[in-house]
């Protein structure tokens, strides 16, 4: 069974930086990986998805602001965050999938997730 720890989160004026990690547990060395977002009163969305061999895929909105990436040997993915604005405020959730066709649908569907990292970003 994967369980999946989130950390990180916190309060930042526009503009800063955030840096959030997900410490994995259990076998999830062949599973994709990634972010997704819940927002009040709002649906949850997609942030991106990185695959086993590094790959990755941003929503449109974060691209060019956010990084995902992994550590293997700590067990860890990351997702480091930059240019924040008010609009990124959210829970922020580590997910993970082990599905075949995981890498082309959102993290927001995995099947794993953890219980989330609160960021919020004022202006």
């Known amino acids: 069974q994967v369980q999946l720890v989130e950390s990180g989160g916190g309060s930042v004026q526009s503009g800063g930086s955030l840096r959030l990690s997900c410490v994995t547990s259990?076998?999830?060395?062949?599973?994709?990986m990634g972010w997704f977002r819940q927002a009040p009163g709002k649906e949850r969305e997609g942030v991106g998805v990185?695959?086993?061999?590094?790959?990755?895929r941003y929503r449109d909105s974060v691209k060019g602001r956010f990084t995902i990436s992994q550590d293997n040997a700590k067990n860890t993915l990351y997702l480091q965050m930059t240019s924040l604005k008010t609009e990124d405020t959210a829970m922020y959730y580590c997910?993970?999938?082990?599905?075949?066709?995981?890498?082309?649908?959102?993290?927001?569907?995995?099947?794993?997730r953890g219980q989330g990292t609160q960021v919020t970003v004022s202006s």
């Open positions: 997910a993970a999938d082990p599905g075949s066709m995981c890498w082309y649908r959102e993290a927001s569907t995995y099947q794993h």
């Open positions: 259990g076998d999830a060395s062949r599973y994709c």
């Open positions: 990185i695959s086993g061999d590094g790959n990755t």
